[in-house]
């Protein structure tokens, strides 16, 4: 497949040119991706889907990489939606063992590259080991302030605002709230994402044009970039073009442009 599909430069509003420096915005700060496309990879070389995942491991280990050295601050991947259980037992086994196997090898090195781990997701259904490796990464990480990785991991978008609701919600049953006092920053605050800022750009790779139950509240801005690669092919000069295309958008949040 091809690099990305590019966003149409000649729109008002889009710097036109590469050397029009002027009128290029600032670069995002958080990128979020949906990993998409392991199984395609896979299939397209008579190999097995799990095979796709591991390499999509060593996708994310690139773009983990690229992200710090690109000065970004926050990479969040979505590397097992809640909808995720629907595939066989063994393809969500492999996928449970690449997070084991992702936390066990890559947690002191990412420490000592000042990467934050971070799992973004619900902790139902997941077991007392797995919630184990993940508290342990996350504490271990938690003062590090180079970049935070944001791992979603059994993660649905609708199921973290409902999460939210129903923590605001016991809140508001409790006294301790009123129905009044909900508002989008309560609201924020109450997610998954709370701790971090809210993405600027989502990529998904694949050539696929979904969300898939991704961020849904805190992407409500982002500017969605739709890549014709497949995940395991993702490179730092992928990620490059994404962020160049990125800083040619022109971002309103509703208004008009300057
Ligand atoms: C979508 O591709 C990808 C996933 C469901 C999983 C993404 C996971 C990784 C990249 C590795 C896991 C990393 C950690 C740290 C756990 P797909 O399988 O749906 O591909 P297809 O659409 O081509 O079938």
Same mark, same amino acid.
């Given at each position: 497949?091809?690099?990305?599909?590019?966003?149409?430069?000649?729109?008002?509003?889009?710097?036109?040119?590469?050397?029009?420096?002027?009128?290029?915005?600032?670069?995002?700060?958080?990128? /979020?991706?949906?990993?998409?496309?392991?199984?395609?990879?896979?299939?397209?070389?008579?190999?097995?889907?799990?095979?796709?995942?591991?390499?999509?491991?060593?996708?994310?280990?690139?773009?983990?990489?690229?992200?710090?050295?690109?000065?970004?601050?926050? =990479?969040?991947?979505?590397?097992?939606?809640?909808? $995720?259980? $629907?595939?066989?037992?063994?393809?969500?086994?492999?996928?449970?063992?690449? =997070?084991?196997?992702?936390?066990?090898?890559?947690?002191?090195?990412?420490?000592? *590259?000042?990467?934050?781990?971070?799992?973004?997701?619900?902790?139902?259904?997941?077991?007392?080991?797995?919630?184990?490796?993940?508290?342990?990464?996350?504490?271990?990480?938690?003062?590090?302030?180079?970049?935070?990785? $944001?791992?979603?991991?059994?993660?649905?978008?609708?199921?973290?605002?409902?999460?939210?609701?129903?923590?605001?919600?016991?809140?508001?049953?409790?006294?301790?709230?009123?129905?009044?006092?909900? $508002?989008? /920053? =309560?609201?924020?605050?109450?997610?998954?994402?709370?701790?971090?800022?809210?993405? *600027?750009?989502?990529?998904?790779?694949?050539?696929?044009?979904?969300?898939?139950?991704?961020?849904?509240?805190?992407? +409500?801005?982002?500017?969605?970039?739709?890549?014709?690669?497949?995940?395991?092919?993702?490179?730092?000069?992928?990620?490059?073009?994404?962020? *160049? +295309?990125?800083?040619?958008?022109?971002?309103?949040?509703?208004?008009?442009?300057?």
């Amino acid at each position: 497949m091809s690099e990305p599909k590019s966003t149409s430069p000649a729109l008002p509003g889009a710097a036109t040119t590469p050397g029009d420096v002027a009128t290029l915005r600032a670069p995002p700060r958080h990128v /979020a991706i949906i990993m998409d496309g392991n199984g395609r990879w896979a299939k397209a070389r008579g190999l097995p889907r799990a095979l796709g995942h591991k390499e999509g491991v060593e996708a994310l280990r690139r773009a983990v990489e690229a992200s710090r050295e690109l000065g970004l601050t926050h =990479l969040s991947v979505y590397a097992f939606s809640t909808e $995720n259980w $629907n595939r066989p037992p063994a393809e969500i086994d492999a996928l449970f063992d690449l =997070l084991r196997m992702f936390v066990r090898r890559d947690l002191a090195r990412l420490h000592r *590259d000042g990467v934050c781990i971070r799992i973004i997701g619900s902790r139902e259904g997941l077991s007392e080991e797995i919630l184990g490796l993940i508290d342990e990464a996350m504490e271990r990480t938690r003062d590090n302030t180079r970049l935070t990785l $944001n791992i979603a991991f059994n993660y649905g978008g609708r199921g973290e605002i409902v999460s939210a609701m129903q923590a605001i919600a016991r809140d508001v049953e409790a006294g301790r709230l009123k129905a009044s006092d909900v $508002n989008e /920053a =309560l609201v924020s605050s109450t997610l998954w994402t709370a701790e971090s800022p809210d993405p *600027d750009l989502v990529i998904r790779t694949s050539g696929e044009l979904r969300l898939s139950n991704f961020l849904l509240w805190s992407g +409500a801005y982002a500017e969605l970039m739709f890549m014709d690669i497949w995940w395991p092919d993702f490179t730092r000069e992928s990620l490059e073009k994404a962020i *160049d +295309a990125f800083r040619r958008r022109d971002r309103r949040f509703g208004g008009l442009s300057a």
